[in-house]
């Protein structure tokens, strides 16, 4: 024990002093996992993921090449996003032992530990020495995304970000440059940096070419208008609570800033916008309908074309605009971390070491690097030698402005609000999503919806969640630094 | 219908007739074609604006995928879950209805009770389900569900099966005693055949109602036994809906439902009206 | 007492038992557990078995999205079922007399009630698309310009798409029952009322509808209990959206229940809703003389 203890003591050192290079007697984590994995040969591990395209990694790639390695079945159980966090809980309650590895939400991790449905995973880090690989992830999501009253219970596994994407060309145009540096005597921003820039530009763009393109979209839909909302609203100035009586506060001025720009937006932007999600909003820019747009960083890759003809892509429209994308932090410099997803075991689960070796695996150095490539991934690079990796560099011209711009995201960025009963908090913002979009005005969306928040924090316990918040809030991505 | 009472001519009235019955058609069963033709369109045609409306050729790749994926194997599972339900409800309802007709047990409470259990509310129920189902470890098995739909299909059955056995004259019966039967040689070899219209008739109807479930389907499963309506859900949203395999796999599921029911047109008006009408 | 009538000892019971058993199993024991359950104070955090009198029930009238979502339930349930029988009759007349090809319009016609409600709701999802969907198109051409309605985001479109899919898939369903229900009505009698001069609508009072009424009425309940617990067909199109605004009763419990974790809460609304349906039934039964 007590060596064991000593090595990952060294491999923090190593971490964070920078120093890469591993000991000549340092096994890669994912060698040790499938060493350790053999005595499970014949086994089926039950892995939660996302439904859709998040799973073909699995489904296609990570579960086979394991099952390869190890002998062991890799069973992978679709839930949709929408879903996830009830079927875990569910499956906690149930406690039929049907899951063993999750994904999770980083946001959700604070409910699950609290319901007991994750396992702690500092024993087996120790026990199967990945401290040190552990401690290579980017510092936003290793610091953030991982651990709950300083025990690990997750490995983050995705870098979300979001990042705004603009056309270089259209942006570039020197007879669009010039009329509007004669409408508003400034120089056309390339890429806006404030969202009053990237308002009055986008409406530029659709007023002076009548639409074809538009001046940009986003996502509208409730459920990532969510994550739009807890960015922009903080890039505003908005804090969620009154940190001394945890009354709600988004009904404050930039709450309502948020929402009537929203609205102001909408007029320029492409019709029906307000239904848009991932998908819409997607099939809009790769042909050429607008000219700036917010999303994660799946886009960039399809943008510029990159694994958009293997056939499980066959979804995704064709690009017509590879090599004329521009890449940028979202207006106000701090995009949302949204989402995420962090590898985690299930406390129910009947066989955890087993499902444990795979995330270790599936989380190391190596395979995620793989894993991060895969031309339908949304996996998202997340470690610091993703950014850095000389291969996915070359994957395409501008990758390394792409790779920037995501790190540059990830170090800026500011996480998802993450509390106790954090869903029911969203809830709430998802459906004041909603009923903007239904006609209702801001401010009385938004009294409402502070006074829902109000009514949830009363019911879990003032003083609990004060705690809660208080440590959310020291964290380094919970508000901008102005 | 206003044109009825009017004496027109009887050739433009037939002619109005048709135009109606042909529009009628186009309204209800354009969303199905649309749907149908959705499932042969190519990624370019389905994100085609404006819409349109037939394919350049039919091509099966949406349903390629499914099979490939492992995803069409929720019909399957719907299948297994939907029979097994239907064979069993329909041995037990059966003979249930039988007692019910011929020994009166119970009397008109017990009846009305059992039609009573069609009307509740699933909402009601679910929510206890799932922890009786988590307590007994039954989440996620075909057990489970076999078990669920089995009871939910009775009341109809006993109600459908009550209506056909009381058509069937007690002479047969009386005289098969007389033959030296027992009880359940009667059952068995002269009350099922003589209900046997009634019987097929009913179960295509019972089959088709959980073939269609979704509340249970949805709490109740996790992967082992997903039918096709909680499949298709799982297109939905995350991020994008799928359009495609949405339409490919609700065109999976609808068929056999097809299938089935034009086998039984002549008892389709009793069969949905739960026994109101006599056809 | 003729033998066949006559039971051996307990036969009669044993060819009950099985099916009572099951429907008590699924039925009953969930009711009586929910009824235990509603009595305390179980959520995602606490398990708290101890009785708590009537906490959750006291909620329930201070609930505004509970009575809302029981407002959108009545609303749905009130426009939906009489214009899925007016339109029902008006198609059953149309077929009423023989025609050659009726029985294929007929097999045709009735294609929306068999398919999943899933499967329906999942089809208008697709129709209503605003850009991908033909029913924006089609009222484009008439409109004279392009339409970009949003159908299931705005609060004065999503009622009505809601209703076109809900009227559209169980019209056929009433069309059906009431062809039935007309063509056994004698036809000397109406034809003698026409006869006397009596006009169409005075003949369908006196006479059709009486004889079509037992038919009509059985059809009419099992549609209005089918709507007030309407979830498929919103969960395929909105899922309650947008906001809260066509959360029906069903729709609000599988939130409570499975989003949310109120299980105490959720057995509380589970019982108002048996309670209600328990009234409402009973007196629809009596109202259409249906207790024999």
């Not at chain 3, 989003?259 to 629809?284: D, G, M, N």
């Amino acid at each position: 024990m007590v060596t064991r203890r000593d090595v990952g003591r060294m491999g923090f050192a190593a971490g964070f002093a920078g120093l890469f290079a591993r000991p000549a007697w340092a096994q890669a984590a994912a060698e040790t996992a499938v060493a350790a994995a053999q005595q499970y040969r014949g086994q089926t591990i039950n892995i939660v993921w996302e439904a859709g395209l998040q799973s073909l990694d699995p489904k296609n790639f990570s579960g086979p090449k394991w099952k390869e390695l190890t002998g062991i079945d890799v069973n992978v159980i679709e839930v949709p996003v929408a879903e996830m966090f009830t079927k875990i809980m569910q499956e906690y309650r149930a406690g039929t032992g049907a899951y063993d590895a999750l994904n999770v939400i980083p946001a959700w991790m604070p409910d699950l530990v609290n319901a007991g449905a994750l396992e702690v995973l500092d024993p087996y880090v120790e026990k199967f020495g990945y401290a040190e690989e552990l401690q290579m992830i980017a510092p936003t999501y290793r610091d953030n995304q991982m651990m709950v009253d300083g025990k690990i219970y997750g490995f983050p596994d995705d870098g979300d970000v979001f990042v705004l994407y603009y056309r270089k060309d259209i942006l570039g145009d020197p007879a669009l440059q010039a009329a509007y540096k004669e409408k508003f005597g400034t120089d056309l921003p390339v890429p806006p940096t404030t969202w009053a820039d990237f308002d009055q530009l986008g409406q530029f763009i659709t007023e002076t070419t009548g639409g074809k393109p538009y001046g940009a979209a986003f996502f509208r839909e409730p459920g990532y208008g969510n994550f739009m909302f807890q960015e922009r609203f903080r890039v505003e100035g908005g804090r969620f609570f009154d940190a001394d009586t945890m009354r709600a506060t988004i009904n404050t001025d930039a709450g309502v800033k948020v929402f009537t720009d929203w609205l102001a937006e909408n007029k320029w932007a492409p019709a029906g916008v307000e239904q848009w999600g991932f998908v819409e909003n997607l099939a809009a820019f790769l042909q050429g309908e607008t000219a700036m747009t917010i999303s994660w960083p799946p886009y960039g890759r399809w943008a510029a074309g990159y694994g958009t003809d293997e056939e499980v892509m066959s979804w995704v429209p064709k690009s017509t605009i590879a090599g004329k994308v521009g890449y940028a932090l979202t207006p106000g410099g701090h995009p949302e971390l949204a989402a995420g997803f962090a590898l985690s075991v299930a406390s129910s689960s009947k066989n955890k070491e087993a499902a444990y070796l795979f995330i270790q695996w599936l989380n190391s150095e190596s395979v995620s690097l793989e894993r991060v490539q895969l031309p339908y991934a949304l996996r998202d690079p997340f470690r610091t030698s993703h950014f850095t990796s000389p291969e996915y560099l070359a994957k395409w011209p501008d990758a390394k402005d792409y790779l920037a711009a995501l790190q540059a995201g990830a170090n800026s960025g500011l996480l998802d609000l993450s509390l106790l009963q954090t869903d029911k908090y969203e809830e709430v913002l998802r459906q004041s999503v909603s009923r903007l979009w239904a006609g209702e005005d801001p401010k009385a969306i938004l009294d409402d919806a502070a006074s829902q928040w109000d009514a949830i924090t009363d019911k879990i316990g003032v003083d609990a969640q004060k705690a809660v918040y208080a440590s959310w809030s020291a964290k380094s991505g919970a508000y901008p630094k102005m | 219908m206003s044109g009825l009472p009017f004496h027109r001519r009887k050739g433009t009235r037939l002619a109005v007739r048709y135009v109606i019955a042909c529009l009628l058609v186009v309204i209800f069963c354009f969303p199905i074609y649309w749907l149908f033709i959705i499932s042969f369109k190519t990624p370019d045609e389905i994100f085609a604006f404006p819409p349109v409306w037939y394919p350049e050729s039919i091509q099966f790749d949406n349903y390629k995928v499914l099979f490939k994926d492992g995803d069409a194997v929720s019909v399957l599972n719907s299948l297994i879950l939907a029979s097994s339900s239907t064979l069993i409800a329909m041995v037990l309802g059966t003979i249930a209805a039988y007692s019910l007709v011929r020994f009166k047990t119970g009397g008109e409470n017990l009846a009305v009770w059992i039609i009573s259990q069609r009307m509740m509310p699933p909402v009601a129920i679910v929510f206890p389900v799932f922890l009786l189902y988590v307590f007994f470890g039954w989440v996620d098995t075909y057990f489970g569900l076999i078990l669920l739909y089995t009871a939910f299909a009775l009341p109809y059955v006993i109600w459908m099966m009550r209506g056909y056995i009381e058509d069937i004259p007690l002479e047969l019966e009386e005289s098969a005693l007389v033959d030296g039967c027992t009880r359940w040689e009667v059952l068995w070899k002269v009350v099922f055949p003589m209900a046997r219209s009634g019987l097929f008739a009913t179960a295509v109807f019972t089959f088709v109602f959980s073939w269609n479930e979704f509340l249970f389907a949805l709490v109740l499963t996790r992967t082992e036994v997903t039918t096709y309506t909680v499949q298709v859900t799982h297109y939905f949203g995350g991020q994008s809906n799928f359009w495609a395999k949405i339409a490919a796999m609700s065109v999976l599921g609808t068929i056999p439902v097809f299938i089935a029911v034009a086998t039984m047109q002549r008892y389709l008006v009793r069969g949905i009206s739960m026994g109101a009408v006599k056809g | 007492m003729t033998a066949a009538l006559r039971p051996d000892r307990n036969f009669k019971y044993w060819l009950l038992a099985p099916a009572i058993f099951l429907m008590l199993l699924v039925g009953l024991f969930p009711l009586i557990y929910s009824l235990i359950v509603s009595f305390m104070r179980i959520d995602m955090m606490d398990v708290d078995t101890s009785f708590a009198g009537f906490y959750n029930y006291a909620n329930l009238f201070q609930d505004k999205r509970l009575w809302l979502s029981l407002a959108h339930t009545l609303l749905i349930t009130a426009i939906a079922l009489p214009l899925e029988l007016v339109l029902g009759l008006a198609m059953a007349y149309l077929f009423l007399e023989k025609m050659p090809g009726r029985q294929i319009f007929i097999s045709l016609l009735v294609l929306p009630t068999i398919i999943s409600p899933i499967v329906a709701g999942a089809t208008w999802r697709l129709m209503f698309d605003n850009r991908y969907g033909p029913i924006n198109q089609i009222l484009g051409w008439f409109w004279g310009e392009p339409v970009t309605a949003l159908w299931t985001i705005n609060p004065y479109l999503v009622y009505p798409a809601l209703l076109f899919c809900e009227v559209w898939q169980w019209t056929p369903f009433m069309f059906l029952i009431l062809l039935a229900a007309l063509s056994n009505v004698d036809k000397s009698q109406t034809e003698a009322a026409e006869l006397d001069g009596a006009g169409f609508f005075r003949t369908f009072r006196r006479i059709v509808l009486p004889a079509i009424w037992p038919v009509m009425a059985i059809a009419i309940l099992i549609r209005g209990l089918d709507l007030f617990r309407i979830f498929d067909i919103i969960w395929a199109l909105t899922q309650g959206g947008p906001g809260t605004m066509t959360e029906t009763i069903s729709v609000y419990a599988y939130n409570q229940g499975f989003k949310q974790f109120e299980t105490s809460y959720t057995a509380a609304i589970a019982f108002l809703v048996v309670l209600l349906l328990t009234v409402i039934v009973t007196w629809a039964i009596r109202r259409m003389g249906l207790a024999k």
